[in-house]
């Protein structure tokens, strides 16, 4: 099992430019989310999916958007690129079917806004 | 208001020093669960622990070990004999039952084990 990959792993933005993060997993789990990493503030959910067709946003949705059409796929879109959309993007996914409720961590993509 | 507080930023030890890394969590909800994650350095989040409300038994894996105590609403790790490869930011989060589908990070202690 590859667990969960993004790509790219960097990225650089000029401002107003759109871009999709890929996120996929291939443990068949029901849960996947997007989360943000700047420093001193932890992890910050965007959106979340509890699975195909279904998504919600999180803390932190503003400015990105979101789709879940099959169970591997999970990408995170940004609309129109501001700096302080500057940050690390982690992809995770949990199986909440199975009552395991930690989430599986990709690599992160450190995406940079100019 | 913050769900998970970590209220260390940064510590530094000695290696084979002793360290205890502080989770002070909040929560309305009675079933609930808590996790350990640690990121080295190379920067991916390594999932370290689970943790149900229901089950304050402490854990003990290796040179790591968890209290939990609903009491005071803490979630604390332990590493014995501290090594270099410790040497991490390790996150506290929980997860309520409730509202289940939304982690709670907190912001984090940077662990620095000097050789």
């Known amino acids: 099992n590859a667990g969960v990959t993004q790509t790219p792993k960097f990225q650089v933005l000029k401002t107003g430019q759109s871009m999709t993060l890929q996120c996929a997993q291939d443990?068949?789990?029901?849960?996947m989310s997007w989360y943000r990493q700047d420093p001193g503030m932890g992890l910050r959910l965007i959106h979340y999916?509890?699975?195909?067709?279904?998504?919600d946003q999180g803390e932190v949705p503003n400015g990105y958007n979101v789709s879940r059409s099959t169970t591997e796929d999970f990408p995170l879109r940004l609309l129109s690129a501001a700096p302080s959309q500057t940050s690390v993007y982690f992809c995770?996914?949990?199986?909440?079917?199975?009552?395991?409720?930690?989430?599986?961590f990709g690599p992160g993509t450190r995406l940079t806004v100019t | 208001a913050q769900k998970v507080t970590q209220a260390q930023t940064e510590i530094s030890v000695v290696e084979k020093e002793d360290v205890t890394l502080d989770c002070v969590y909040e929560?309305?909800?009675?079933?609930?669960?808590l996790f350990w994650y640690k990121q080295p350095p190379s920067g991916e989040l390594v999932f370290l622990i689970r943790r149900n409300s229901f089950d304050e038994q402490n854990e003990i894996s290796g040179r790591y070990s968890w209290n939990f105590q609903k009491s005071t609403s803490s979630f604390n790790f332990t590493i014995t004999a501290s090594q270099v490869v410790d040497s991490a930011v390790y996150f506290c989060a929980l997860s309520e039952a409730r509202t289940g589908n939304q982690f709670y990070f907190g912001t984090g202690t940077s662990l620095t084990v000097i050789p």
């Open positions: 995770a996914s949990s199986s909440r079917g199975q009552g395991r409720y930690e989430q599986y």
């Open positions: 999916s509890v699975g195909a067709g279904i998504t």
């Open positions: 929560t309305r909800d009675t079933t609930y669960y």
């Open positions: 443990m068949n789990h029901e849960y």
